[in-house]
């Protein structure tokens, strides 16, 4: 009845596939008056395990502390008796993916892993999707992937959904279908870092001019925080002279610089200091500003229409001017962490799990990353995350998958955070209180859920070496930002039409 109407198109099969219901038998054999009615079997009742044959499903992952993943695994058994999850540890990313690539795939893959949130054209192809009678089934029970999917930070939708669209060969009437291929656990996000001791040094050297102590609550804009970056710049003599007028260049002779106010400018590779995560920093300014980076259709860009060139340039421009008030390599460390540990930066943009990186010497609060303005409806933070995966081969897809969405529920959401100390992924969990990791610092990349967008790389090492090399081509080749964005842009299209999700 079914047939592809364009790419990424389920094969036609029969109704009772779509809909999960099994067949009913109107007569079993006997009269219809002398035979007691069967009740007809439920599939959203089974649940996984319940069968006479004990269910074993292996798990691999990388980051979780042994003993929290067995905690998860020992809480879904008292749920599904004969049901035994046996989660296995990948010591390190080169180990996981090295291993993961031989066997992914393959009937000897792990029935669950996680794959990074923008892999998902990497991996699909050996992906099971959320079955549907696993989507109705609680916890969570959902009529569609799109009531389900809103329970979590919005990039989800657009890393891990794809939509298939089914054609009628009797009527032509099309419709479409949504599937889901990874679902988090939790999120890292990004935030900012402020040394809250050069603050307070710099108000008590400026009484008559002193900037807002920054906040965990309270979110800066980026005229703030570039008036908070070029303030902080400490030079051997006193602090840097700020023009009254934003327009006018700052220049700042480096050789006499002992402190930078803020790491950004520059790419996270390259000749001059690295900026880590500046490929999703300056992205995000994008998204922020309205200009959308991919199309619908995944194969084309958008920031270098007609009615986007000009925000795109100002916003590559208002990055790359950070240059002025931000160190060189000549000064010695190896990024904008390194710069931060070692009190020579007071401001970085760092993710949720670099928190166990910062020097125990350094004072220092977590900010929510800025926006353009203090209106919400407008913010955007960016994505950084991973998600549990089913191996299509896996002898279990559907046990995998109620094991998954478990955990992913409200309350062993809850419990996985605060054993594992990553905030969690869920918008029902954003609020004082609801969590307690220990810290109240993870706070604002919980908050930030409801914000947390991506976009789509097709090939994510590729695409990011392409903007990091896009911003440095402005800050320091010069090229004017028009340019660095035109020559980005085809790079990008060209990712993309290379890496399509697969059917």
């Excluded at 657009?158 to 032509?172: A, F, I, S, Y």
């Excluded at 656990?185 to 307070?200: C, P, S």
């Excluded at 400026?206 to 807002?212: A, I, K």
């Excluded at 804009?221 to 934003?246: C, H, I, M, Y």
Aim: net charge neutral.
């Amino acid at each position: 009845m079914f047939s592809k109407a364009k790419r990424y198109v389920l094969v036609p099969v029969a109704i009772a596939f779509f809909t999960g219901i099994a067949p009913i038998t109107l007569f079993g054999g006997c009269e219809l008056k002398l035979c007691k009615p069967k009740e007809p079997v439920n599939p959203l009742a089974l649940t996984c395990g319940t069968q006479q044959a004990p269910i074993n499903l292996k798990m691999w992952y990388m980051f979780e502390r042994p003993e929290a993943m067995n905690s998860l695994a020992a809480q879904f058994k008292t749920k599904h008796p004969n049901a035994t999850v046996t989660p296995a540890r990948k010591l390190t990313q080169e180990e996981y993916l090295t291993d993961l690539g031989i066997v992914s795939g393959t009937p000897e893959a792990p029935d669950i892993f996680i794959i990074r949130h923008d892999w998902l054209p990497i991996y699909k192809g050996k992906l099971a999707p959320m079955p549907d009678k696993i989507l109705k089934r609680n916890p969570d029970a959902s009529t569609t992937i799109d009531e389900y999917v809103d329970k979590f930070l919005p990039a989800l939708a657009n890393d891990m959904v794809v939509t298939n669209t089914l054609v009628n060969r009797q009527n032509g009437q099309t419709k479409e279908v949504k599937e889901l291929y990874g679902v988090p656990w939790g999120q890292e996000g990004m935030a900012l870092f402020v040394n809250l001791d050069h603050f307070k040094e710099y108000n008590s050297a400026n009484s008559s001019n002193t900037l807002t102590l920054p906040s965990s609550t309270k979110t800066m804009t980026w005229s703030q925080f570039r008036e908070a970056s070029t303030a902080l710049v400490k030079l051997q003599n006193g602090w840097l002279q700020v023009p009254e007028d934003s327009n006018t260049p700052i220049t700042v002779d480096h050789s006499k610089v002992r402190r930078y106010g803020a790491a950004l400018g520059y790419g996270a590779v390259g000749k001059e200091s690295n900026v880590r995560h500046a490929e999703d920093i300056f992205t995000t300014m994008l998204l922020q500003g309205g200009v959308p980076i991919i199309g619908e259709d995944r194969q084309s860009t958008l920031f270098t229409d007609g009615k986007y060139v000009q925000k795109a340039a100002e916003t590559l421009r208002f990055y790359s001017d950070f240059r002025n008030t931000w160190g060189t390599s000549a000064t010695g460390w190896t990024d904008s962490l390194g710069a931060f540990n070692a009190g020579l930066v007071s401001m970085a943009f760092l993710q949720s799990w670099e928190m166990g990186l910062i020097n125990n010497a350094i004072k220092f609060e977590v900010v929510p990353f800025p926006q353009e303005s203090n209106e919400q409806a407008d913010w955007v933070t960016p994505s950084y995350y991973w998600v549990r995966v089913v191996n299509r081969n896996s002898a279990n897809v559907d046990c995998a998958w109620e094991f998954i969405k478990f955990i992913a529920s409200k309350d062993q959401m809850t419990t996985y955070a605060e054993a594992t100390k990553l905030p969690p992924a869920r918008k029902d969990l954003v609020g004082e209180g609801l969590v307690d990791m220990g810290n109240y610092k993870y706070d604002v990349f919980t908050n930030a859920v409801p914000y947390s967008q991506s976009w789509f790389k097709g090939n994510y090492e590729q695409a990011d070496a392409a903007v990091n090399e896009a911003i440095n081509r402005t800050s320091v080749d010069g090229v004017d930002q028009q340019t660095s964005l035109n020559d980005l842009a085809k790079k990008l299209v060209d990712i993309l039409k290379k890496n399509p999700i697969p059917d």
